[in-house]
């Protein structure tokens, strides 16, 4: 299975925006699923945003309106667009590819720090 490196992590103060982005040794667009995970200390691995290859998208309600998620076949990426953050969002964030929804079997990166402070 391919390997995922997320980049574009940081620190930021609330309101602000980041750009993740996840790259392959192999093409994104051949994971019929692929998403974004985050976890907070002490908390378990949450589901952000996730995407098919048909495009699909789905959200966490937290994120809804403020988060956006997005192949670019181009540069050969999976993006997540995060505006208006909030302390809460920080975290570390996670890719992940697989060909089932859940991502039982997907590829994971190592993570990238996201956080909001002030």
């Known amino acids: 299975q391919g390997q995922l490196v997320e980049s574009g992590g940081g620190s930021v103060q609330p309101g602000g925006s980041l750009r993740l982005s996840c790259t392959s040794s192999r093409i994104i667009f051949s994971f019929a699923f692929m998403g974004w995970y985050r976890q907070a200390p002490g908390k378990q691995r949450d589901l952000v945003a996730s995407t098919t290859r048909g495009g699909f998208t789905n959200y966490a309600d937290s994120v809804k309106g403020r988060f956006t998620i997005s192949r670019d076949s181009v540069k050969n990426t999976l993006n997540l667009q995060m505006n208006s953050l909030k302390p809460e969002d920080t975290a570390v964030y996670y890719c992940?590819?697989?060909?089932?929804?859940?991502?039982?079997?997907?590829?994971w990166g190592q993570g990238t720090q996201v956080t909001v402070s002030s």
């Open positions: 992940v590819g697989g060909y089932t929804s859940d991502f039982r079997d997907g590829s």
